[in-house]
């Protein structure tokens, strides 16, 4: 990289070695030239933290911080190091580990209890900006929470009434953060031996909330301190997460707006146009963007916009944002998480409303440099500068807010200055699925089944599964990590459900065109996706929605042949480019479901070798799910596939499948 | 490419749904709305629309509703870049296909009543050629070869061969493997069925052969048949589309050739049936879809070559067929049992009361006889002028380690059904009454009398190897020693019967379980007593005996009888312990000797149902070849549908035509002299037996004061009958 020679001056990172993307590349020369800095730059100055990074830092006391970092040349013999109280850098890095689990799973179940909010605001019909809108899901989900369906009068069994559902539902579902006994209901979705191996190692959370206070508690100076034990709750919590706060959040979701179906869109910046009001969402929860997209989308707006000058109004995505506006209303996703400030570069931003979780607190400083409007409207997520607006959104005035959102945006549209350049580049995607959706689309309404996957990885068409997930990440080059990953993954036959950040790369990518089969697939993946007409890379929504891939699991354990646990699966979890805490929650949910799961980049455990080894080698004997790390994105790729041709040979269908021809003897001894 | 066919399958749809909504919409305006449309002689309505959805269809007003349900199923169609997944719209569309052809057929039956006739085999002589729906006498009859498994399923043929010689080759080569040969549809003008007449082959169910229409619409019966399989032996309840299909996708092994261009209407229909596992085997170069899944194996395989088209298709749908390989000239197989030999194809015959011919198994002696053997005593066929006759005794000996003189029967009944397998050669009758007649292409064929020593020798160590170990054939052509077998024979078959009639059920501690039909219904359990054969008449005690004794691990399986619980009634401890675990637990007793308290459970293969007359103070039987109205209100397709599936409906029960007149029959309830109704037909061919027994019971006239349909179908119209006849059921002690 060029040093510059003039001093002080900050050094600007490459643009094409930090994005394999063109117009980020664009962009980000077009900063530089501005003089404006972005996380890529300042990734190039600013080192992180040696210590923090290996995971052996301990600052939960004030006698501290205490460093802990591993001899140049490892420990040979016994391991001495300890902090002040003695913690030793397993408990250390423990602690540290699950308060980043504590971290990731509060703000997936925050994001789920603000839902399951506006959720009792509906059922009791105190809002009209939201609604019972998709009853079959509700129907669905209903029975998991131990509400019934059906009433009894006069000794028939009846349909009952949709408002009294959800009203339980809403009421049942709220109690699942706070409690005070039993056990999250939704554990029993898991297949059964899972379940029962949780209960055995005393992990089943007993609510949401709890198991992330009792992280803080016993992260606590002077309680928790046998690695083991700590990442038992690291277990309990994360477990709350992915199959409570996350799952509870995404039910909800589909219900009050409608079960994401396949869908075309497009992806990149190059979706903002320069004649139109752009509005770019960005954040995770759709409570906010759901009614930004109503009210932009009604004629009072696009009339409003018009009478501005504006051909109409561009609505675009960042981040989960964009990927729950694209999964049920088809809006084209803007940016993934390493954008966000160039979305404002642009020049061609308006206004950009955020919520929550992965906002960057530059956008404030970038917005200043333009016209641009940025707008906070969560009561948790404020930002200092003064150029920040906070119009506070509540469920009870939701269309008034965000008419005023959308209005101030187009008001916006007049002060546009005249250096705009929106990149050109954007791609067609497919997205919209779910669980529900792909059983759909494995054999229509009469035959949709998970057999018919499962009868394609048994056969060999296709390899395996691979969840690929997660952020994007400032010190590795943007998208590299995940496209790699991916298009590996695809080549050896392994079809890929992703979500969050990877799923925005993905579709940048082309990827998430039924038309990249032919191109990027193995033979076997190829052939299916024709037969079904789908993309091989399969986009499942936000990183809430991780749950979605958790049930499409547990789909296709119950569909049969394929073993009897999630960890019998040929299947693999990938998050090449974290960066989230969430991340760090949702990989050990992963785990502790029975997943092996792969991060890039780097984990915060290397400075405790033991501590290490437990989660990447030792859990797998009690969740038959562990933790690794690998850098490189086709070694990467490889440790997965690896994984799966290991459980291929474990299921022993890693032999050709015989054509088993049935006469009348092996007819009669069919099952019945 | 899968994303043609979903593009021009999708197309068809919408294409086939609106055709059909636009002839609805007229017969709407020409017919009142109530005006009844159907199939005939079915309880399962539109049995495709009936078994998937539930909705019984008896009138044009309620066409509407499945035709609203078949355009909701239209999915849109398939862009042509960055397209959304098709698979599951693409299965939709052909349902929509499917059941719009259902719809498009009720409404040709609507204004052409004579468009099919309704038969087995069609009228070719006056150009009926096409018999639309099966009925459901046929589906039982038909039905029960599937569940056995002498059929171990079907072609649904659509299109024409490119010429009669090639549509000859497949459809044989299919008779020989003993498949149905459902036929629809036509390929410019030219049907299969055409090509199968020219080339001079017989055609109907009988040949197995099946002419059901000429338009691809005609297809769908092909589904109803097999849909109502799922219901009538699986217990499948209408409306549970997931278990029916799921049931056809694994036990009904079906599956569809193209013979021609397949258009958009053909593509829908094809896709629809991917719907039920099965898959499509094509001439003509269209896109494949090999990957499984919705099917066992592949769901379109093409181009095949006519000569590989009917191995490739068995195995694409898993399907293992034996052929048997026996020297003869003439073709073999279960699908020429029905076929005729008619005056003018006739060159030789023997029986059928012009001569004598004469049928015996006799056990003997290993050293006795000398396996493979076959010995013509007398002139062969050659030696017979066309249109002549001649005497035939078949005198068959099997000695065998395992073999027991009670096994003879069971081996002698083999030979009706062995000699009418040979193509060209039929079969009538049995023992000192049989009837041979062999026409003129078995003769061109070099068919010569010795054949029929080859297949029975052939067949007896296939089939009964485990008992067999040699057999010898001896056919006698010369009259006096003809006469003289008969006359051993007579001797033999007095007292075979006397030794068989006179078991009872006290005799033996060991009855037989049978389920055979699990195949097709699998919690149904029949248990077979020397005094109460197994209901669908194919099966006696002894016959279970032998079976066990030939397949130990076999549908049939000895079921000690333990201690009896209930004389009267006829129930055994050991029996319910047996029943309880083979019906996994859905049945824990039952009983022997009554309809009325517990009776024996039913699957769908029954020959016969008795229900209860409470109005006469006794029961009624109707048999599967009755199509009619009974005075139980019922038809026998009504109350198969109500009582079949393996449950226990006291007031009914399912049993063979011959347990009407064994010793047991309903005997805790009355026995036979409850007997008020019976169709005329199985009365009659009961006859002798009937009057037998009422001899035994002490009511000599009985048979005459049974009443028929001819005395009437209700119990009002019957009951005076039976108070004239003094009919002995009016006085005994209240059935109920």
């Known amino acids: 990289m060029a040093e510059s020679k003039k001093e002080k001056a900050p050094k600007v990172c490459d643009p094409k070695e930090a994005s394999i993307d063109l117009g980020t590349q664009e962009l980000l020369a077009r900063a530089q030239k501005m003089g404006i800095d972005t996380v890529f730059d300042r990734a190039v100055n600013m080192k992180p933290c040696a210590i923090g990074m290996q995971g052996i830092c301990c600052k939960n006391c004030s006698m501290g911080p205490c460093r802990l970092p591993l001899p140049k040349g490892g420990i040979e013999g016994e391991d001495n190091r300890k902090g002040l109280c003695g913690a030793t850098a397993n408990t250390i890095a423990a602690r540290n580990f699950i308060r980043m689990i504590a971290g990731g799973a509060s703000a997936h179940s925050d994001h789920g209890r603000c839902v399951a909010e506006v959720f009792l605001s509906a059922a009791r019909k105190e809002t009209t900006a939201y609604q019972i809108k998709d009853t079959e899901k509700l129907i669905a989900m209903a029975p998991h929470l131990g509400v019934a369906t059906t009433v009894e009068v006069d000794g028939e069994t009846k349909d009952r009434e949709i408002d009294e559902i959800a009203l339980e539902v809403a009421e049942v579902a709220i109690r699942e953060w706070g409690k005070p006994e039993g056990e999250l209901l939704y554990l029993k979705r898991a297949p059964k031996p899972l379940y029962e191996k949780w209960k055995k190692q005393g992990v089943l959370p007993r609510n949401i909330d709890r198991e992330i206070v009792e992280i803080m508690h016993r992260t606590h100076m002077g309680v928790d301190q046998d690695y083991k034990n700590l990442m038992k709750q690291g277990t309990r919590a994360a477990l709350a997460d992915g199959w409570g706060g996350s799952m509870l959040a995404t039910d909800l979701q589909d219900v009050l707006f409608g079960t994401p179906y396949p869908l075309q869109s497009e992806a990149n910046l190059g979706i903002m146009k320069e004649d139109h009001v752009n509005i770019i969402v960005h954040g995770h929860e759709p409570i906010l963007s759901e009614v930004i997209v109503a009210v932009a989308q009604s004629q009072e707006m696009l009339d409003y916009a018009a009478s501005k000058g504006a051909k109409g109004i561009q609505l675009g995505g960042i981040c989960c944002t964009a990927n729950e506006m694209l999964q049920r209303h088809g809006i084209p996703t803007a940016a993934t998480f390493l954008q966000q400030e160039l979305a404002i570069i642009t020049g061609a931003c308006d206004a950009m409303v955020v919520d929550i979780q992965c906002i960057m607190q530059n956008l404030a400083n970038v917005a200043k440099c333009f016209h641009t409007k940025l707008i906070t409207t969560h009561p948790i997520a404020k930002m200092e500068q003064d150029n920040v607006i906070h119009i506070e959104f509540d469920e009870h005035h939701a269309l008034e807010d965000a008419k005023r959102i959308v209005k101030m945006s187009i008001d916006n549209f007049a002060n546009r200055g005249a250096d705009v350049m929106i990149p050109p580049y954007k791609t067609k995607q497919v997205a919209g699925f779910g669980v529900e959706s792909i059983q759909y689309h494995l054999g229509g309404t009469f035959r949709g089944t998970y057999y018919t996957l499962n009868d394609n990885i048994i056969n060999g068409r296709i390899r395996g599964i691979a969840g690929v997930v997660g952020c994007n990440n400032a010190r590795t080059k943007h998208n590299d990590g995940h496209i790699k990953v991916v298009k590996e993954l695809i080549k050896n036959d392994v079809i890929v459900l992703t979500t969050g950040c990877n799923a925005i790369a993905c579709a940048m990518e082309g990827l998430l065109t039924p038309e990249s089969a032919a191109v990027h697939c193995g033979p076997g993946l190829a052939e299916i996706c024709e037969t079904v007409g789908i993309p091989p890379v399969l986009h499942l929504g936000s990183c809430v929605d991780n749950s979605r891939i958790l049930l499409a699991a547990t789909e296709v354990v119950k569909a049969g042949g394929l073993g009897n646990d999630i960890c019998d699966l040929p299947a693999a979890g990938s998050a090449p480019e974290w960066m989230s805490e969430k991340a760090i929650s949702i990989g050990h949910y992963f785990v502790a479901s029975g997943v092996y799961t792969v991060f890039g980049v780097t984990l915060p455990t290397s400075g405790a070798p033991v501590f290490h080894d437990y989660i990447s080698k030792e859990m797998e004997k009690i969740y038959g799910g562990k933790w690794d790390l690998e850098v490189d994105p086709i070694k990467h790729a490889h440790l997965m596939i690896a994984h799966i041709d290991k459980k291929r040979k474990e299921l022993g269908i890693d032999k050709a499948r015989e054509r088993v021809m049935m006469d009348m003897a092996s007819r009669q001894a069919l099952e019945a | ?736």
């Open chain 2, 1 to 736: 490419m899968s994303k043609l066919i979903a593009f021009a399958a999708i197309q068809g749809g919408y294409k086939v749904v609106s055709q059909v909504e636009g002839e609805l919409e007229k017969a709407l305006q020409t017919y009142d709305a109530s005006t009844k449309v159907g199939f005939p002689n079915t309880a399962y309505y539109l049995p495709v629309i009936y078994s998937l959805t539930g909705l019984k269809v008896e009138t044009l007003e309620d066409l509407k509703k499945p035709m609203a349900f078949a355009r909701g199923l239209l999915p849109p169609h398939i862009k042509l870049k960055t397209w959304l997944p098709y698979l599951g719209p693409l299965l939709d569309a052909g349902m929509a296909g499917i059941i719009s052809y259902e719809i498009k057929e009720a409404l040709r039956y609507l204004y052409e009543p004579d468009f099919y006739i309704a038969q087995e085999d069609p009228d070719v002589e006056n150009g009926k050629i096409w018999v639309g729906a099966a009925d459901d006498t046929i589906l039982r009859k038909r039905g029960v070869e599937f569940v056995d498994g002498s059929a171990p399923g079907f072609a649904a043929m659509v299109g024409a061969a490119p010429n009669k010689e090639i549509a000859k080759m497949i459809v044989e080569d299919y008779q020989k493997r003993s498949l149905y040969i459902f036929c629809a549809a036509n390929h410019n003008g030219k049907t299969l069925i055409q090509q199968c007449l020219d080339a001079g082959m017989q055609i109907g169910w009988n040949t197995r052969i099946v002419p059901f229409g000429p338009d691809i619409s005609s297809a769908v019966f092909a589904l109803g048949f097999a849909n109502r399989a799922a219901m009538a032996f699986g217990g499948v309840q209408p409306g549970d589309f997931k278990t029916i299909l799921k049931y056809n996708k694994e036990r009904v092994f079906a599956f569809v050739n193209a013979l021609g261009d397949v258009g958009t209407e053909w593509g829908v229909a094809a896709a629809g049936c991917v719907n039920w596992g099965f898959p499509t085997i094509a001439d003509t170069e269209i896109p494949e879809i090999l990957p499984t899944g919705i099917c066992t194996y592949e769901h379109v395989v093409a181009p095949v070559a006519h000569e590989d088209m009917v191995q490739k298709s068995v195995e694409v749908r898993g399907l293992k067929v034996q052929v048997a390989d026996i020297d003869i000239p003439c073709a073999f197989g279960p699908a020429y049992e029905g076929e005729r030999v008619r005056g003018a194809d006739l060159y030789a015959q023997c029986g059928g009361g012009k001569t004598q011919c004469t049928e015996l198994v006799k056990m003997a002696d290993m050293s006795e006889i000398e396996d493979g053997k076959i010995n013509l005593v007398g002139p062969d066929l050659d030696g017979i002028k066309e249109g002549g006759t001649f005497p035939l005794g078949i005198f068959v000996q099997i000695a065998g380690r395992e073999f027991q003189e009670d096994f003879e029967p069971i081996m002698e009944r083999q030979i009706h059904h062995l000699i009418n397998y040979i193509q060209s050669i039929m079969h009538i009758g049995q023992r000192d009454i049989s009837w041979v007649r062999i026409s003129k292409a078995a003769i061109e064929k070099g068919f010569t009398l010795k054949d029929i020593g080859v297949v029975l020798h052939a067949k007896f160590h296939q089939d009964f190897g485990k008992i067999v170990d040699k057999v010898q054939v001896t056919l006698y052509t010369n009259p006096e020693d003809v006469d003289k077998m008969t006359a051993t024979a007579r001797e033999n078959y007095q007292l075979r019967d006397a030794r068989v009639d006179n078991m009872k059920d006290e005799d033996v501690e060991t009855y037989y379980s049978c389920t055979l039909c699990q195949s097709f219904a699998p919690s149904h359990v029949c248990s077979v007593s020397p005094e109460r054969t197994g209901l669908c008449g194919a099966y006696n005690w002894m016959d279970c005996k032998a079976a066990f004794e030939i397949n130990p691990t076999g549908p049939n399986q000895p079921i000690e009888k333990g201690e009896c619980v209930d004389p009267k009634l006829g129930q055994w401890k050991g029996v319910n312990d047996f029943i309880y675990k083979a019906s996994r637990g859905a049945v824990t007793h039952y009983n022997f000797y009554s309809m009325v308290v517990d009776p024996m459970t039913t699957c769908g293969c029954c020959e016969c149902i008795a229900a209860m007359l409470p109005g006469c103070n006794g029961v009624m039987t109707v048999g599967r070849d009755y199509s009619g109205d009974t005075p139980c209100g019922m038809k026998f397709t009504t109350l198969a549908g109500v009582m079949g599936g393996g449950a226990c409906s006291p007031g009914f029960v399912g049993h063979s035509k011959h347990n009407i007149t064994q010793g047991k029959f309903i005997l805790g309830d009355g026995g036979l002299l409850r007997m008020v109704w019976m169709p005329k037909m199985l009365k009659d061919e009961l006859k002798d037996r009937i009057v037998a027994r009422g001899e035994e019971m002490g009511v000599p006239g009985l048979f005459d004061m049974i009443a028929d349909e001819t005395v009437g179908i209700t119990e009002e119209e019957i009951l005076p009958f039976l108070k004239e006849k003094g009919h002995p059921a009016l006085t005994m002690e209240s059935l109920v």
